[in-house]
């Protein structure tokens, strides 16, 4: 259910429940992806449009957010409240956001760089608060965003352009 707020002709508001629509990819789909071909990301973003539609989660208190990389483009592909946050810091933004409005359902996008290096302290600390709030980490084991430079999470021995 989803309320809206009425006059009452008494100079108040009167909140009326109203049926919620349901939750559907298309009115998820805010833009057109624009990552490399062949790039996992559209994978995430698909199987998180998939997720979002089995839940049914209220559309209005859906919070997308990202850090920087190409993970960060999540926010700008579903419809909805989100933000595109500083390097490294979207932990502490999201965990903001789940401790003073509890009721909403925060969804937090990152890859290895903006959640394992940059924002790996923070990580940490979000981690031993444990608020509510789902972080979705792309590890692909590169910068992918600065042509491949090697990651913490890049195995021993990984060779990149940058990194011969």
Not at 63 to 80: E, H, K, Q
Not at 87 to 108: K, Q, Y
Not at 110 to 123: A, Q
Request: hydrophobic share 35%; proline share 7%.
């Amino acid at each position: 259910m989803s309320a809206a707020i009425t006059p009452n002709g008494e100079g108040a508001a009167t909140v009326v429940e109203q049926p919620r629509e349901k939750l559907t990819k298309k009115a998820l789909t805010a833009d057109h992806p624009t990552w490399c071909p062949g790039c996992g990301d559209f994978a995430v973003l698909a199987a998180f449009y998939k997720v979002l539609e089995k839940r049914q989660l209220d559309h209005e208190k859906i919070v997308t957010l990202a850090g920087i990389g190409c993970s960060s483009r999540f926010p700008y592909f579903v419809n909805g409240h989100g933000a595109h946050y500083i390097h490294g810091r979207a932990v502490p933004l999201a965990t903001g956001i789940s401790l003073a409005r509890p009721d909403l359902h925060v969804f937090l996008f990152g890859g290895d760089g903006d959640g394992f290096s940059i924002g790996g302290n923070h990580l940490d600390h979000g981690a031993r608060k444990n608020v509510n709030l789902t972080y979705f980490i792309m590890d692909n084991f590169v910068y992918g965003l600065t042509k491949k430079q090697p990651s913490p999470t890049s195995p021993m021995g990984f060779k990149t352009k940058t990194d011969p």
